[in-house]
């Protein structure tokens, strides 16, 4: 087992998203090779992101949910979805390198960054990804600077996630004056969604990081 494969998990061929097919991919391409690089890294990045997906059709089959509710959940399984959490997710993996590898942060971020709006802009057919990744990662920085803790984050996310049902694309988003009035089940059940997949998802990423900016660290 190569290195790399400790940033892919099983296969979630079955989905029409860009997203996950472009992840689907670059597992094929990286299952053997050893080679340490940032987009190599970003590759993992997408592939644990694309996993939401997955995470949407299994909270649907819990028992502890009535299914017609859950199924509600179908239509947040998309690409502009995935661009929500994925500006969400890059913030995490910024923050982490900031705290723990300060040397190497910009270069990984930079490149993470770069990557994160070329591959969005395959997916989303839109030109302003660049403009609305900036807002988004920004206000998660601003929630860090006045200490804000994970429900605070969760409370902006899900508010966006809502916003891209049945894949409608993300759109400059006015946080303090925007905000839906949800149905209680809708809310409750994406705001689960989404801790259930950041429980899952980012020590697997925090590990995987550790072990592969370590090697940057050596290599470089």
Request: hydrophobic fraction near 40%; charge should be neutral; aromatic fraction near 14%.
């Amino acid at each position: 087992m190569s290195l790399l494969s400790r940033l892919f998990g099983g296969s979630y061929s079955k989905y029409d998203s860009f997203i996950v097919q472009w992840a689907e991919r670059k597992k094929k391409q990286l299952r053997s090779s050893n080679q340490i690089t940032p987009e190599n890294m970003f590759a993992g990045f997408i592939y644990g992101l694309s996993s939401f997906a997955k995470s949407i059709e299994q909270f649907k089959s819990s028992k502890d949910i009535e299914s017609s509710a859950a199924c509600s959940l179908a239509g947040f399984a998309n690409d502009s979805a995935l661009f929500e959490l994925g500006c969400y997710h890059y913030f995490q993996v910024d923050m982490w390198l900031f705290a723990h590898r300060p040397d190497l942060r910009q270069w990984i971020s930079q490149v993470f960054m770069r990557e994160f709006i070329h591959l969005f802009t395959q997916a989303l057919q839109i030109n302003n990804v660049a403009e609305l990744f900036r807002q988004k990662v920004e206000k998660y920085a601003e929630i860090a600077r006045t200490g804000g803790n994970a429900e605070e984050y969760h409370r902006y996310l899900s508010q966006l996630i809502l916003r891209t049902k049945d894949n409608q694309r993300p759109k400059p988003y006015d946080f303090d004056n925007e905000l839906l009035q949800l149905a209680f089940i809708e809310d409750m059940l994406l705001k689960m969604a989404i801790a259930n997949w950041e429980i899952a998802m980012v020590p697997a990423m925090i590990e995987s990081m550790e072990a592969t900016t370590e090697l940057l660290k050596r290599s470089s």
